[in-house]
């Protein structure tokens, strides 16, 4: 089985854009959630989606926002980018979101806002 | 709120010595506990978790964590330290609300050097 997939792996924007990260899943995998992780944050929790709905929200602004496709890929969006947003970005899936499964991570996507 | 600490951010040890790596929550209702490993420019692995059962945890590349609900506790151990376990380890916690279920909180990472 494929492991999760984030696309691209580095991305170099500049203050003000916009910017859109893609997951794919592993194959059969309803839940993906998104983190971000920087070094004196650790690793904070954006969203998740299950079945094209969000489930859970972290404390991230408005500028934030995700989907998810009927084919469990997920996108996240990044509006108005800050220099404070630079970080990398995971995203983990998992089958049905239940307590007890573990998260399955991808490799990241490593934005720096400049 | 749920959450979860990493005392140390950073431990050394030498090969071939045993390891602990600290972990400590604060739930509100059952935890269900995860270790992962990260290594240079990489995604999290998954090492481990605590469900319920036995309080001891057997997982992945010979690591193993012990569950204390008394402390509050679930710290990773491994008997004999590789160079090769250098990395950065991350604990997390789950739990059930009534709402729903939570999402995965993570520890602020504790990064392992092994010295040769």
């Known amino acids: 089985k494929a492991g999760v997939t984030q696309t691209p792996r580095y991305l170099i924007k500049t203050r003000g854009q916009q910017v859109t990260l893609s997951c794919s899943p592993i194959?059969?995998?309803?839940?993906v959630s998104w983190y971000q992780q920087t070094p004196g944050q650790g690793l904070q929790f954006l969203f998740e989606y299950f079945s094209e709905t969000q489930r859970n929200k972290g404390n991230f602004p408005g500028r934030f926002s995700g989907r998810q496709f009927s084919n469990s890929r997920s996108e996240m969006n990044v509006s108005t980018l800050e220099l404070g947003d630079s970080a990398l970005y995971l995203c983990?899936?998992?089958?049905?979101?239940?307590?007890?499964?573990?998260?399955?991570f991808g490799q990241g996507t490593r934005l720096t806002v400049v | 709120a749920q959450s979860v600490a990493q005392p140390e951010d950073q431990v050394n040890v030498a090969e071939g010595n045993p390891l602990t790596v600290k972990c400590t929550y604060s739930v509100s209702g059952n935890p269900y506990l995860f270790w992962y490993v990260q290594y240079p420019n990489r995604g999290l692995q998954f090492l481990l978790k605590y469900i319920t059962g036995d309080n001891l945890v057997k997982g992945s590349y010979g690591f193993e964590a012990e569950f204390n609900k008394s402390q509050t506790s679930f710290h990773l151990k491994k008997p004999s330290a590789l160079v090769s376990d250098s990395a950065l380890y991350f604990c997390?916690?789950?739990?059930?609300?009534?709402?729903?279920?939570?999402?995965?909180?993570f520890g602020k990472g504790t990064r392992l050097s092994v010295i040769a």
């Open positions: 983990a899936s998992m089958d049905r979101g239940e307590r007890g499964t573990e998260a399955f």
């Open positions: 997390a916690v789950r739990v059930l609300l009534n709402s729903g279920n939570t999402p995965l909180v």
């Open positions: 194959s059969g995998h309803r839940s």
